[in-house]
């Protein structure tokens, strides 16, 4: 992977301004979200800077990417343009360009509304919000106090944005998506997935072909989702595409832009009218979690047991007791008999089962921690199950035990074709 | 806040390198950690910056960096020493010193090891790995294949680390910690807790007194878990830290660095003996994957049930048709329901209930979207019942409310003694 711009391309550098980014108190995600959506753009972020709120550190890191980026490039600049003494970014970006600050009236109204919408005086402080460089574009808001704006140093095109990551995305829409895009070149269409259960550096060793190719390929792990979303520069029809989409097989498990796994499941239940029962040990309701966390998922979803003791898997799923004494409650019986039960108690077309060890203690030479066994009962007389034995600490195990539920519940539905 | 160092105090900058940061594929959490790290030290952290695998960038954002930072200052290198020809920072930093690359022996034969051990052959690409500047000290690895290395350059202490987080913290542990210590000025013992319930904004104004008055103070929201973490550099016995206590009353919920809301609700369920069981609705199951994210939680934990539809809260929990038909599922009756039926259902010492509306969709003029109800029963005969209106989207309201009902257990449990 290289990082520089192709010859004639915009470069491009974004800078964050806040103490509490550099102190460690806040992970800087303004970077990561925006240095994606100019890739996605076809242009092409070389430089990633955070620094306090001091006026002599935000100039000297401004002055210092508007040369990195150099003549035709474009600077992002979050942060810093609160109401209080701390927030410098207007001072040191009118310091920058020799312009002093003057008072912009229409954003001054603007906040003056805001805060009588809510029956609150104005403190003074915030008549700095309305303050900016003068010659600079203002870029209004709609989705709080402070504007951002727009000015020109050396060639350099610099956007100055407030740092709430919800702000920052509404100003990209509203004011930077459209100059960006006639900026960039873009990459062309995009197929953009996501795989589960399988490894990011095995995933890239898959993808080099064709990213040795010249096709742009993305990847990002999801650890909090148990899986990796993938952007091919390519319509999924393309042969290529198809060749990946082969090679990938059952891993690759939903497709669109920002749809996760669990929104793939929950489509495809909904899709086929199909209803759904959880029963989780190991997983503790993260399956339930990840489903619920999916708007209108009441529709095919509505119970799920958290079944963590042997106890409640005979008073909740019928699960035998004999069978837990024989052979105990990590098995593939048991993760068969919690669907079954699942899916016949609620009614439901589809039961789901997971009994595993998440550790960090309770694992045997037999039953090692992380291993983890699934079934799907149902739709009809079918019953897949599952044996994996998935790598981590407690948590990793559980969020990959869950994302391998969900992509079960996904093969159980579709092999039912 | 100030993010200036004090008067011969070392300052410190931390880079990242990797394409992969600048096109947004991998979130940099090396800089937010360490940083927390040096600022527990009592070191000042005055840059973060991350660059492309690109020499000539890195070159520049080091020569940048150590600039900035200054003389008897300190400097973080994370990131670009794989074995591919990608992995530049090596490279770089001889470059920057002025030295030729030497080949250290005891780290080719510590690869070579490796590699014997899981019976494969090295790559001859992996000799790179063990190449460092003439005349920088080495920093031997037990966690990976590259080492790091340490060299002075015009009066500053650089640190290079491989990147993987794992890595650095081992190199943290190992290899930084100490030297580290002995240049920070330590902020004294430190009092790390939670709080619940109120906002990062009116915590720092609560806080504002005390850190004006030169005590070091640190937050960090948790968007995740829906707490915010506070770091207080007294003991806990100072009459300061006890105004602070008082001022925060219920919101203070966890203490113990490290220690999260489920830890503690965890805790002192075990200690007490005290069994629970969950009954969520709009929560979707997160409480109980929260608690179950508990090692050792099954001695007290041993089911949870999610009842989302109306006929599940009557058949997992006995909750009255004629209540849901005459009140709806989302009211204070019903969660009292829901946890009573929780509790006596399972035998279990306490019951929780959680009813509530996550949107985007479902709200009205009297049940608008973020209302949520909550009622523990027990320990005994006590109930406790709760109603919010959470501020947020779908996935915020159903953290922001798995929260607030672990709060409430812990609440419910202390205040039966």
């Given amino acids: 992977m290289q990082g520089e711009a192709t010859e004639g391309q915009s470069k491009v550098g974004i800078v964050t301004i806040g103490t509490e980014l550099v102190r460690g108190e806040r992970l800087d995600t303004n970077s990561a979200w925006l240095s994606d959506q100019l890739t996605e753009l076809g242009l092409t972020c070389v430089l990633h800077r955070s620094c306090p709120d001091d006026l002599g550190a935000i100039v000297r890191a401004l002055r210092q990417s508007v040369e990195e980026v150099g003549a035709g490039g474009v600077l992002l600049v979050t942060g810093g343009l609160g109401p209080t003494n701390d927030d410098l970014t207007r001072d040191a970006v009118a310091e920058l360009l020799g312009s002093p600050l003057e008072l912009h009236q229409p954003s001054l109204e603007h906040i003056q509304a805001l805060y009588a919408r809510f029956k609150r005086d104005m403190p003074d402080s915030n ?6 460089p003068a010659g600079a574009r203002v870029l209004a808001t709609e989705v709080g106090t402070a504007p951002g704006f727009a000015a020109e140093l050396d060639g350099v095109q610099i956007y100055v944005l407030p740092g709430p990551p919800r702000e920052v995305r509404w100003f990209w829409d509203r004011h930077l998506s459209e100059p960006l ?3 960039g070149h873009s990459p ?10 399988i490894g990011e550096s095995a995933l890239a060793e898959r993808l080099h072909a064709l ?3 010249g096709v742009l390929v993305r990847y ?12 091919i520069h390519l319509p999924p029809t393309d042969p290529a595409a198809q060749a990946v989409r082969a090679d990938l097989g059952r891993h690759l498990c939903a497709e669109g832009r920002g749809v996760t796994l669990a929104d793939a499941v929950g489509a495809l239940l909904i899709e086929r009218d199909l209803r759904l029962a959880t029963a989780e040990s190991c997983t503790g309701g993260r399956v339930a979690a990840f489903l619920t966390g999916v708007p209108g998922i009441s529709a095919v979803f509505d119970r ?18 004999e069978l837990l004494e024989a052979q105990g409650a990590v ?4 993760a068969q008999a919690m669907a079954r039960g699942a899916r016949d108690r609620a009614g439901a077309a589809i039961g789901l089962g997971i ?5 960090p203690g309770g694992g045997t030479e037999d039953k090692p921690v992380g291993l983890v066994h699934f079934a799907v009962a149902g739709p009809g007389e079918r019953l897949v199950a599952l044996e994996r034995l998935l790598p981590g600490d407690r948590e990793q195990i559980q969020i990959r035990a869950a994302a391998t539920a969900l992509d079960l519940i996904r093969l159980a539905v579709q092999s039912a074709d």
Same sequence: chains 1, 2.
Avoid at 127 to 132: E, G, P
Avoid at 188 to 197: E, L
Avoid at 331 to 334: A, F, I
Avoid at 355 to 359: D, E, L, Q
């Fill in 127 to 132: 008549r700095r919000q309305a303050l900016v």
């Fill in 181 to 183: 895009t006639a900026r």
């Fill in 188 to 197: 062309g269409p995009a197929w953009a997935f996501r795989t589960v259960g």
């Fill in 211 to 213: 990213e040795a190719s």
């Fill in 220 to 231: 990002a792990a999801e650890d909090r989702l148990g899986t990796v979303a993938v952007t």
């Fill in 304 to 321: 799920g047991l958290v079944s963590y003791s042997n106890q409640s898997k005979q008073d909740l799923l019928g699960v035998p007791a």
């Fill in 331 to 334: 098995c593939s019986e048991v």
């Fill in 355 to 359: 009994t595993g060890i998440a550790g």
